[in-house]
Every structure is written in C-alpha cells, then in structure tokens.
C-alpha cells in the first residue's frame, strides 16, 4: 500500500484515541462538547483523505491497466502480421502468461503509474510480414528497430502518430511505395532515421525538412528515388550525416547543401548527379566533415581548391566521375585522412608529393586517371598505408631497391598498367602482410626472385607482360 495511505490511516487511528482519551477526562460539560466536536472533525477529515487516496490509487491502477492492454493488443496485432518467425521470437516468447513487459524485444517505461511500451526492437530476427497499421497504438514508442528482417508492403500511415519517437530503424527490409518522409513530420523529438536498403520510390519533396528539427542522422540509401537534392535541405537543418547513396538522384548537388554546419558525413555515390562543385566549397561551415563519398556519379570540372580547408575530413572518395585538372595539393593538409579514392577521372599532372603528408593514410586509389611522372618516394615511406592502388595510369621510373622498407602494414599493391621499369626491388619480398600484388602490364626486367615464397600471406600475383626472364622456381609456390 502507498506511504501515503498507511500515514493517513495512522493518523486517523491516533484520532480516534485522542477522542476516547478525552471523552474520559472530561465527561462533563460544555467543554466536553466542544472537544468531542474537534475530535469528530479531525476523524472525519482524516477518513475523507483515506478514502479519496484509494480512489485516486484504484483509478490509477486501473488506467495503468488499459495502458498495458491497449499496448498488448497493439502488438499482439503487430505479432499476426508476421508470417515467418524463424527464430521462434514472437512465438515462443510473447505470450499473454507473461507481462509485456518481459516480451523479448519489448522495453517498458520505468514509471510505475506511466508503466507503457517505450522500445519495440525486432533487429536481425529474420522475420517476414507486413508492418501493422497497429503500432501506432504504441503512443509512448521512442525506439523502433525492424533492421534486416523481411518485412515487406508500404510503411503504413498510422505510424504519424507516434508523437513519442526518437529513433526509427527500418533498414535492410523490402518496404515498397512512395518514400513517405510526410510520415514522420509530425515527430519533434526524431533524432535517426533509416529507411535504407529497401525498394521505395519517389522523390525528396523540398519541404521534407521542415518539421524535423530534431533531426540528425537520415539514412535513404539503397533505394529507387528520382529527382533532385532539393536546395531547402540547407534551411534550418542541423543533419549529422546524410546518406542517399545508391539511388537515382539527377540535377547539380545545391550549394546549401554546404551550408549545414552540422554535417559530419555526406554520401552521395551511385547516382547520376552532374555539374560541377563549388570552388569554395570546404568553407567555415563545413568545418566538422570526416566523410565525403560522391564516387560513381557525371561530376565534371576542377577538385575544389579549398578541399584543404575541410580538415576533419577522415575520407574522401570523387571516383569514376568526370573530375579533370590537377590534385591540388591542399589535399596534403588532411592530415587526419584514412582513406583517398580519386581514380577513374580525367586528371591531368603528376601525383604531388605532399600527399605524403598524410600520416594516417590507410589506403591511396587513384586508379587509371591519366597520371604521368614519377611516384613520389615519400609515398613509399608511409607505414600506415594498407593499400596502394595507381594501375592504369602513365606512371614511369624506377623502384628503387629499398624503397618499400616502411610499408610493413602494406597488404595490397596496385601498379598494373604503367610505364615502371628496371628490377623488382628485393625489399618487396620482405613485406609479410602482402596478399595481392599487381606489377603486370609494365617495363620490369630481370628475375623472378626466389624471397617470393617468404610471403605466406599471398594470394595473387600478377607480373604478366613484362621483360622478366629466367626460371620459376618451385619454391615460388606461383
């Protein structure tokens, strides 16, 4: 019984022995009356206060129940909506016997008196079925997680109601329909939000923004949306990361879209995005950036001269685009850089040497981009590199006999395709981690080297289409 309750009757206990303690000393009089009438109140007020305090627990109780049904019946709606259940999840373990509280998946608030259904998480749980429109009745939900399962169908409307919500994961599923971000406008408090990796359709409306003020991760990658990046992204935002790679987007990435001083992570790849970016594009706003991924889409013109100004910046890949002129070598001031990717354009010069700046560098791309001269020496000096990757370019020159000494973490080296010539340096076949080499399709001369089989992590070796010459030994194991 509630504290309040067992003081209340306590005291109307008490009360009542002070009335009979004073009826007996004083049995005469007006006076008796007097305190009979003072004792009789305080009784009275104290059995008032008892009775409307069970009241008020009894209501309580018995709306807390209605809560907990009304959420009970809301997923034993969303449990018949599923038609495969593998993993016996729903089957096995929701079941009335047992509070729903304690359903798998299933996350209660901590209130008592406001106990309702707060997490709903059925991530990796290989389920198929439709989304039911029922889970609206789920009014305090905060977190919904559906994450690679099999559920298929539209994304029913009822989900707008969901006042509550904070995080919605529906990933990695075979949603269908229009994208229906309208849905979820009416959520202020909706922080992440993942629809990707299903077959919507649609376009991103201008406005789609607009109420989300909350909003800090969206996630529509994977999908089959048209259209244009719409410039009012940039409105009022405050987007951590924006990931609508992989879909069929068209039009001139907006300006604004380099206004959000929030951005940490911008993922654009596999589209058919066009023009050319801002020269100035890396300006103060952009100053929390660590991803810029835009490989795979028709972007033409310069590397913006002010890359070297984006220096949170951790990876950037501009890819099979249309990118021409030169690397600026701004790009050397990136000092936190793990991963470069830049292949497959139309640049013109040589690879500038300040790339060797980069000490945390953990793979270098640039893959057939029409390169000429020689590779700096300093690149070979970099021991965080794992992967070297420049076939298909007009490199030339040598390889000097140590000049892989400090590439103790290197796993892949890519040369293919280029104008390299003289001997294989002996220091290669000292690098333990390597597992793939690609050195065909140039001008190296002498023998095969017999160290080679000290790599016992190999697993391909391309030296066609060279001038080697002599015998492969069997130790080579090739």
Request: some cysteine; aromatic content about 8%; hydrophobic content about 40%.
């Amino acid at each position: 019984m509630p504290v309040v309750v067992v003081t209340l009757i306590t005291h109307t206990i008490y009360g009542l022995a002070e009335y009979m303690q004073v009826c007996i000393k004083h049995h005469i009089g007006d006076k008796m009356k007097h305190t009979k009438v003072k004792i009789m109140g305080i009784f009275i007020f104290n059995l008032m206060m008892v009775l409307m305090t069970l009241q008020y627990y009894r209501f309580s109780a018995a709306q807390h129940g209605i809560s907990l049904s009304t959420d009970q019946h809301a997923l034993e709606a969303i449990k018949a909506q599923i038609s495969v259940d593998p993993l016996g999840v729903l089957s096995k373990n929701w079941s009335a016997k047992t509070s729903i509280c304690h359903w798998k998946g299933v996350t209660c608030g901590s209130q008592s008196r406001t106990q309702r259904v707060t997490a709903l998480d059925l991530s990796y749980k290989g389920l198929v079925g439709t989304i039911s429109p029922h889970i609206a009745n789920l009014s305090f939900l905060s977190l919904l997680d559906l994450t690679n399962n099999s559920f298929y169908g539209p994304i029913p409307p009822e989900i707008a109601q969901l006042r509550h919500m904070e995080k919605v994961y529906m990933g990695g599923n075979y949603l269908t329909g229009r994208l229906p971000l309208w849905y979820f406008n009416n959520m202020p408090k909706l922080e992440i939000l993942y629809l990707n990796e299903n077959n919507l359709t649609g376009t991103l409306s201008p406005y789609f923004l607009n109420n989300m003020t909350s909003l800090k991760t969206l996630r529509l990658n994977d999908n089959s949306l048209q259209g244009n990046i719409p410039k009012e992204i940039g409105n009022g935002s405050c987007l951590h990361d924006f990931h609508v790679n992989n879909n069929q987007l068209t039009g001139v990435v907006p300006p604004t879209l380099f206004n959000l001083s929030c951005i940490r992570k911008i993922e654009l790849s596999v589209n058919s995005l066009s023009g050319s970016l801002p020269d100035d594009m890396c300006n103060d706003q952009l100053g929390k950036l660590r991803l810029f991924f835009i490989s795979r889409n028709e972007f033409t013109g310069p590397i913006p001269s002010s890359i070297n100004k984006c220096q949170q910046l951790r990876y950037l890949s501009m890819s099979f685009n249309r990118f021409n002129g030169t690397i600026p070598k701004g790009i050397g001031n990136l000092t936190l850089l793990k991963e470069l990717h830049l292949g497959d354009n139309d640049m013109q010069g040589s690879i500038p040497a300040e790339i060797g700046n980069l000490k945390r560098l953990q793979i270098l791309s640039i893959i057939r981009g029409n390169l000429k001269g020689y590779v700096p020496q300093v690149i070979f000096n970099m021991s965080s590199l794992k992967l070297i990757a420049l076939y298909g370019n007009n490199l030339s020159g040598i390889l000097f006999p140590d000049i892989y000494t400090n590439l103790h973490n290197l796993e892949e080296l890519y040369l293919s395709e280029n104008w390299f010539t003289g001997q294989l340096p002996p220091s290669l076949w000292r690098l333990k981690k390597l597992r793939k080499i690609g050195l065909s399709n140039n001008k190296f001369i002498g023998s095969i080297p017999s160290e080679v089989a000290n790599l016992t992590q190999l697993t391909h070796l391309y030296l066609g289409s060279n001038r080697l010459t002599g015998m492969l030994l069997s130790s080579a194991c090739i």
